[in-house]
């Protein structure tokens, strides 16, 4: 997965940098681009973080009730 997520990003990364544009306009994109899938890894980790504490908690429960 995380393979497959740097490829991604790497592919984007490379696409920004060789297009026809202004070097400012470019690092703006790129920041721009890298926030958004900060934002978005960062959701990622807190909705799998939640659901691990979740089964955690269940599994707890489960081994409180034999």
Do not use: C, W
């Amino acid at each position: 997965m995380m393979n497959i997520l740097k490829a991604f990003l790497a592919g984007i990364t490379l696409g920004v940098l060789f297009a026809p544009q202004s070097g400012e306009r470019t690092r703006k994109r790129l920041a721009e681009l890298f926030k958004d899938y900060k934002d978005e890894a960062k959701d990622y980790v807190a909705g799998a973080v939640g659901e691990a504490e979740s089964r955690i908690h269940k599994v707890k429960k489960s081994v409180e009730s034999l």
